[in-house]
């Protein structure tokens, strides 16, 4: 059933949460680090943990997969209530710092792609 | 029209659905006929939100009463919980493999903001410790400026200056990932990870993947969710700290 899907991702969302709020605490602020991480790291577990079961069907993981697939909307919808009057009259320097600072960021990550942890580059994804 | 707009008010969320399926649906007829396939329709969905967000203030479109909806499909409790979901077609693998280069990517990615903001800060005039170090942070996300600036007691017009650099990092992120990522070779899980974890903002960092390849998200998601944790440790700890020195 999909809402077994559903359960399984709320599950590890909220544990994921969990964790992320105890290391925010652990190191004093507010707020959460690392908790859509967490919560990533137990769903790709757990799935492949389950997978041997066969109560764990094709409908099952459908209840994941539909709201995988909602990304995008809610990503659109998301950028249609930012505060894009603020990014505009901010000013000169919040404006020249969030562009120079984004531009660098794009240019690094080929420089730091090339350090690979494991040998192995077979897999094609050179 | 009162009838409308009560109905409209009391299903905002499902209304959201709605706009967001009209956005989406025009997105995909420019993109096939205007564009002949070559911007990708979630591109062109989300700068035509970013456009429409205009007609709205500090909430964007969610300002106006019939699209309050939205801010609610587009709020941070949705966005992570599909996020989550993305993780069911990665793999551990593939995180493992970028492992080293992930973790170097998040303290390059935080340090380097810093710097940058700094700099351009210090260009532009401002010499006092506090401000500079708040006008930094939030060159590494729009979150960790405001944090770092109240820990450290910098002032409320800087502090928003900071969250400003952030907010236009999470844009300038959005509109122009899908259009450099060949030439950066944002192509892989692997560069996405690292890419996740240099530029940091959540938002930026997973609409612009969205936008470019959806099979790189949950990488880049990955790494970038621990980018603002680690900037409100180091930004004002280590970083205030060294700055005081250098300039106090």
């Known amino acids: ?126 | 029209m009162e009838l409308f707009k009560e109905l409209i008010s009391k299903n905002g969320l499902l209304f959201a659905f709605l706009l967001v399926g009209l956005i989406l649906g025009a997105s995909q007829l420019l993109s096939k006929h205007l564009f002949k396939g070559r911007i990708p329709a979630a591109a062109i969905a989300i700068i035509g939100a970013l456009i429409l967000a205009f007609f709205g203030a500090d909430k964007g479109l969610a300002n106006i009463e019939i699209f309050a909806g939205l801010a609610v499909l587009g709020g941070s409790m949705f966005r992570d919980f599909t996020v989550v979901a993305t993780a069911m077609g990665a793999e551990i693998e593939k995180i493992k493999q970028a492992g080293l280069a992930g973790i170097l990517s998040l303290f390059i990615g935080v340090s380097f903001s810093f710097v940058i903001g700094v700099i351009i800060a210090y260009a532009m005039g401002y010499t006092d410790v506090k401000d500079l170090t708040a006008i930094g942070a939030g060159a590494c996300t729009y979150i960790v400026g405001p944090i770092t600036g109240t820990a450290i007691g910098a002032s409320s017009d800087v502090i928003a200056l900071g969250i400003t650099a952030g907010v236009v990092k999470t844009i300038v992120t959005t509109l122009l990932t899908p259009l450099v990522a060949k030439q950066i070779k944002l192509t892989t899980p692997h560069a996405a990870m690292v890419f996740g974890g240099l530029i940091g903002t959540t938002s930026g960092v997973t609409a612009g993947l969205a936008a470019t390849d959806k099979e790189l998200v949950p990488y880049g998601a990955f790494t970038a969710t621990f980018y603002t944790g680690l900037g409100c440790l180091l930004c004002p700890s280590i970083f205030y700290y060294l700055l005081m020195q250098l300039l106090g």
């Not at chain 1, 399984?8 to 994921?16: E, H, Q």
């Not at chain 1, 069907?57 to 995988?68: C, D, I, N, R, Y």
């Not at chain 1, 919040?94 to 350090?115: Q, R």
């Open chain 1, 1 to 126: 059933m999909k809402i077994y899907g559903v359960a399984l991702l709320v599950f590890c969302f909220l544990i994921g949460k969990y964790l992320g709020g105890l290391l925010a605490e652990l190191i004093g602020i507010s707020g959460d680090v690392g908790g859509v991480g967490f919560a990533m790291l137990l769903l790709m577990f757990a799935n492949g943990f389950l997978k041997r079961f066969s109560w764990y069907e094709v409908q099952t993981k459908a209840g994941v997969l539909f709201w995988s697939s909602m990304y995008i909307p809610v990503i659109v919808a998301m950028a249609a209530t930012r505060n894009v009057h603020a990014a505009i009259s901010g000013g000169w320097t919040a404006l020249i710092a969030g562009v120079a600072v984004t531009l660098v960021g794009f240019m690094l990550v080929p420089l730091l792609s090339k350090i690979r942890t494991t040998k192995q580059e077979s897999d094609g994804t050179i």
